[in-house]
T-cell receptor, first 114, second 112 residues
Framework: KQEVTQIPAALSVPEGENLVLNCSFT??????LQWFRQDPGKGLTSLLL?????REQTSGRLNASLDKSSGRSTLYIAASQPGDSATYLC?????????????FGTGTLLAVQP | DAGVIQSPRHEVTEMGQEVTLRCKPI?????LFWYRQTMMRGLELLIY????????DSGMPEDRFSAKMPNASFSTLKIQPSEPRDSAVYFC??????????FGSGTRLTVV
């Protein structure tokens, strides 16, 4: 059974710092991995999608990497801003069967202090 | 595309009443998912459809919950009768194979 873990559960940094959020998964046979952002009281916004054949994806100040063999992904945020404050969730989609469902981690609550 | 559209945004109802949540997926997406989010359990997959057919409803908590997808552009999640422990945010999401998920803004349900 696939399990997804995110560390740390919460993180507070001063504005301008570079930071890394971690995601680990127990079954390396994944189809893809997706990072989401959730603002308080809002829905989930997709940030980056990494297919199993890819090693990383970049969008603006965000860079996500994927190492399937070790069951890990990281989300790197450069030059953090107060507007980056949110909960960040990673989710994996497994190979096999007719399933297309995402399995979510527990999230990292990020606070960027001005 | 307007994205995944859910209605209502907020629902407050009394225990025992029937509640119907609605979702319009992104046109062309052939998968539709219903999730529930609470502080205690995080995001839980309730049920998902492929080409309007329910594929996995193992996450539906009990028989009080039912979901339908009568066509490719509409789905409902119904709770009857509702209970206070059903209070949560309910999200709908859609996707296609090889593409990521797109989530709706959610319906915040409060059962009093």
């Amino acid at each position: 059974k696939q399990e997804v873990t995110q560390i740390p559960a919460a993180l507070s940094v001063p504005e301008g710092e570079n930071l890394v959020l971690n995601c680990s998964f127990t079954d390396s046979a994944i189809y893809n991995l997706q990072w989401f952002r959730q603002d308080p009281g809002k829905g989930l916004t997709s940030l980056l999608l990494i297919q199993s054949s890819q090693r990383e994806q970049t969008s603006g100040r965000l860079n996500a990497s994927l190492d399937k063999s070790s069951g890990r992904s990281t989300l790197y945020i450069a030059a953090s801003q107060p507007g980056d404050s949110a909960t960040y969730l990673c989710a994996v989609q497994n190979y096999g069967g007719a399933t297309n469902k995402l399995i979510f981690g527990t999230g990292t609550l990020l606070a960027v202090q001005p | 595309d307007a994205g995944v559209i859910q209605s209502p945004r907020h629902e407050v109802t009394e225990m025992g009443q029937e509640v119907t949540l609605r979702c319009k997926p992104i046109s062309g997406h052939d998968y539709l998912f219903w999730y529930r989010q609470t502080m205690m359990r995080g995001l839980e997959l309730l049920i998902y459809f492929n080409n309007n057919v329910p594929i996995d409803d193992s996450g539906m908590p009990e028989d009080r919950f039912s979901a339908k997808m009568p066509n490719a552009s509409f789905s409902t999640l119904k709770i009857q009768p509702s209970e206070p422990r059903d209070s949560a945010v309910y999200f709908c999401a859609s996707s296609s194979v090889g593409y990521g998920y797109t989530f709706g803004s959610g319906t915040r349900l409060t059962v009093v």
